[in-house]
């Protein structure tokens, strides 16, 4: 199983009706408080086995989040599952109550309680579900 959504426009429109969520992320000793809609919400349309269909062998599956600038970052499905894991994690369309900056944006990537914000990846460009 190999599926990948691309570009800003793959969830742009409808994403005001999937989960919303604030978290507050610290770079470069600013606080910053990013809203945007869940990884996994958005896991979802690509038909992640979430919930109770994540064991076995679907355990293998993990996601892929590419940027413009060739950065990549690599999460375990259980670490994006709400029901495997307590860790937040979103796709951010706006931070402190505005849109993000074109350096940003239009979409970042939100990982809840990393001691440094390595895995929040800036300018998402493709998010990639896979299985070995």
């Known amino acids: 199983m190999d599926r990948s959504v691309r570009g800003a426009a793959f969830w742009w429109a409808p994403e005001r009706r999937l989960p919303r969520q604030t ?16 990884l996994a919400s958005v896991l979802e ?30 999460f375990s499905l259980a ?11 979103i796709l951010a369309d706006g931070a402190d109550g505005a849109p993000l900056s074109a350096e940003e944006g239009p979409l970042r990537l939100v990982v809840e309680g990393d001691a440094r914000p390595a895995r929040s990846a800036r300018q998402v460009t493709a998010i ?5």
């Open 23 to 38: 978290l507050s992320l610290t770079a470069h000793g600013e606080i910053h408080v990013y809203e945007g809609a869940t």
């Open 45 to 74: 349309r690509l038909d992640a086995p979430l919930g109770p269909r994540l064991r076995g062998e679907a355990l293998k599956t993990y996601v892929v989040v590419r940027a413009a600038d060739g950065y990549v970052v690599v």
């Open 79 to 89: 670490e994006i599952d709400p029901a495997m894991s307590p860790t937040a994690v």
């Open 128 to 132: 990639e579900l896979r299985t070995p």
